[in-house]
């Protein structure tokens, strides 16, 4: 494919780093760097803001109530530090979302925004900030592997016309396991083909575009027993292209409040029963090392209660796997 001098320019040309994004979930120094991978594992539907089981929306005009875990939060926590302004505290760079689960509720993002924009005094009219904040979020909407196949190859275009673009979220790429494994029968290599295809892409991106990845996964099966962050149950499903791609792995994992130690025995009893979420970072580029940070979700979105490193030893690797979306194909132009 031939290339235009404006299209080697913006390929060439600096993108923001976001090592960081967000100092309480990465080791000292450790966030992720240009051409870098981060995964977010953890289970589906755990999160204070569940209002409604998750449906297919038949229409694309039609508003649906989608649940928000804890993942998606900390998606949007991540996503308002990168469109908010730096008079405001943020990044302001462009992000990419790919929404696979139809699990990007814009009302929710909006309204985290307003409370970010609110504390951070940020100048101008509000409703003026808060458009230009979401003139630099531009979100793709798929229902299988082969319209994130496609997505992924057209986002170059993008990348190439939009040089600030500095984040890529996927929500999530096991979206489609299910599915995938279905088409392919009993040939491991047919059903991990359109996801490693997919990684591939991603791979080119990463090095051509030096773009950050942020990547939800969701687990294959549910553990009833054992600690949460058990080599059993996270052991990794997705094909090995896309393992070899992850350089940062986020697991989370949803706890009561009182047994978290920095609630102690303060507050109100209901304060004290407020779900809270464990995040447990590892890396293996940097500065190799883990963290492990807790927050909580208000409504004004994610907040941190507590972090520490803990000492040095191994960490198990990460299941991943939900069960299959079926969602409409949405481009929201800015």
């Not at 149950?233 to 986020?250: I, P």
């Not at 009561?256 to 590892?282: D, K, L, W, Y």
């Not at 004004?300 to 520490?308: A, D, K, L, N």
Request: aromatic share 6%; charged share 25%; net charge negative.
């Amino acid at each position: 494919m031939s290339e235009s001098g404006t299209q080697l320019f913006a390929r060439l040309e600096a993108r923001r780093c976001l090592k960081d994004v967000e100092p309480r979930l990465f080791a000292d120094d450790g966030g992720p760097d240009h051409g870098e991978v981060v995964e977010v594992y953890g289970p589906e539907g755990t999160g204070e803001f569940s209002l409604v089981p998750r449906v297919p929306c038949p229409d694309p005009l039609e508003t649906c109530v989608l649940v928000s875990p804890g993942k998606t939060e900390l998606l949007y926590h991540l996503l308002c530090r990168c469109v908010l302004p730096e008079a405001a505290g943020g990044l302001e760079v462009d992000v990419v979302f790919v929404d696979t689960d139809y699990s990007l509720d814009m009302f929710r993002l909006a309204s985290v925004l307003d409370s970010r924009l609110s504390a951070g005094g940020s100048a101008g009219s509000d409703d003026e900030v808060l458009r230009s904040c979401l003139s630099r979020l531009l979100v793709v909407r798929c229902s299988s592997s082969s319209q994130l196949l496609l997505t992924l190859h057209f986002l170059e275009t993008t990348l190439s016309s939009r040089s600030r673009v500095a984040l890529l979220l996927i929500d999530s790429i096991s979206a489609f396991y299910w599915s995938d494994r279905s088409e392919g029968g009993a040939s491991v290599a047919k059903q991990e083909e359109k996801l490693s295809r997919c990684s591939e892409l991603l791979d080119r991106l990463l090095r051509d575009y030096r773009i950050t990845i942020f990547a939800t996964c969701h687990p294959i099966r549910r553990s009833t027993s054992g600690p949460p962050f058990s080599s059993e149950v996270d052991r990794s499903h997705l094909c090995r292209a896309w393992q070899r791609l992850v350089t940062h792995r986020l697991v989370c994992s949803r706890q009561e409040a009182e047994h978290n130690p920095a609630t102690g025995n303060e507050g109100s009893g209901e304060q004290r029963n407020r779900q809270v979420f464990t995040v447990n970072c590892s890396s293996w580029t940097g500065t190799r090392g883990s963290r492990v940070s807790s927050f909580r979700v208000t409504d004004g979105g994610v907040e941190f209660i507590w972090t520490h490193r803990p000492p040095p030893g191994p960490y198990p690797a990460i299941s991943t796997g939900p069960e299959p979306s079926h969602s409409l194909v949405l481009e929201l132009d800015r």
